[in-house]
């Protein structure tokens, strides 16, 4: 058995209690000789065949708490998440948002997650399953040039040092964060990436939400037929919100709520939970 020992509760009580333990429906292990039985594996030692167990099937078995584990070891797409951001207070200038006033959020007010990628090098990324209770509003010319910057200052801020290697808001690929001027600020298909995959991981682009209101920034800039805008997804569909600056020039304002994605690190492990809801989700250690 590898040297990070995985521990699964029930087949560790059964062994100390020295008595016949069935666990789930095929596996039986026996404390006299310590033999294994299931169709799940061919091997009969309880050690190389809990391995291969875990070599098969990429989790934790149905009905069991799995510790020790690395997260993507068993981790799937959907799974729940549990992690707190360390951050309770974070304040946005309104000399980067346009707005008459400063704005502030609650960074810790979103601790469930939801797995949407698994990479090659281990890390996984999960974005919020819900939104905040606050939004950050946007006004004129100022709040178009910054608008994809602020935006991932803001999800910076949803991080936890322990567990997160990297942040960004959701929709950032390679779009200029912070614009120049107008002129070279264009509207962008960047965020199409972060859709297609947030959506075919979860089935929608709609999260839950503190209160009533659903709709949260998408980190792209867009037009429509009276101006410029910054995009948003509305009850699970885009959208581009109340032009900030029209054709003629004219200045106008549009808010919505954050929506962060984290990338968490390849040696995160579990500390208990199976993932597969909202009140089992993962917790880890």
Known sequence: MKKRIKQII?????????????????????????????DKTSKTNVKDSLDELYTNLG?????????????????????????????????????????SRDQTINPSELNLWRVIK???????????????????????????INFIGVLNQVAAQYTNDKYVAKTRHMGYSNQVEYCENITNCLSDTGYKEDLETVESALG???????????HYWLASRGTRSEG???????????????????????????????????TLKAD????????????????LD
Do not use: H, W
Request: hydrophobic letters at 30%; proline letters at 4%.
């Open 118 to 144: 698994k990479n090659e090098d281990g890390t996984i990324e999960v974005v919020s399953e819900y939104v905040p209770s606050g939004g950050i509003s946007f006004f004129g010319k100022m709040a178009y």
């Open 228 to 262: 410029k805008c910054l995009q948003y997804i509305r009850d699970g569909a885009l959208a581009c919100g109340d032009t900030v600056l029209t054709n003629s020039g004219l200045e106008g304002s549009s808010g919505s709520r954050p929506r962060p994605i984290l």
């Open 204 to 214: 929608t682009l709609a999260p839950k939400t503190f209160g009533t209101t659903n």
């Open 268 to 283: 995160v492990k579990i500390k208990n939970g199976s993932g597969k809801s909202e009140s089992t989700a993962y917790v």
């Open 59 to 99: 989790k934790c078995p149905e009905g069991l708490s799995c510790v020790n584990l690395k997260l993507n070891d068993i981790a799937e797409l959907g799974d729940y998440i549990k992690m707190t951001p360390t951050s309770t207070l974070y304040t946005v200038s309104k000399d980067l948002t346009g707005s």
């Open 10 to 38: 029930g087949v560790i009580i059964g062994i100390i209690i020295g008595i016949s333990t069935t666990v789930g429906a095929t596996t039986i292990f026996n404390s006299k000789d310590i033999t294994y039985s299931s």
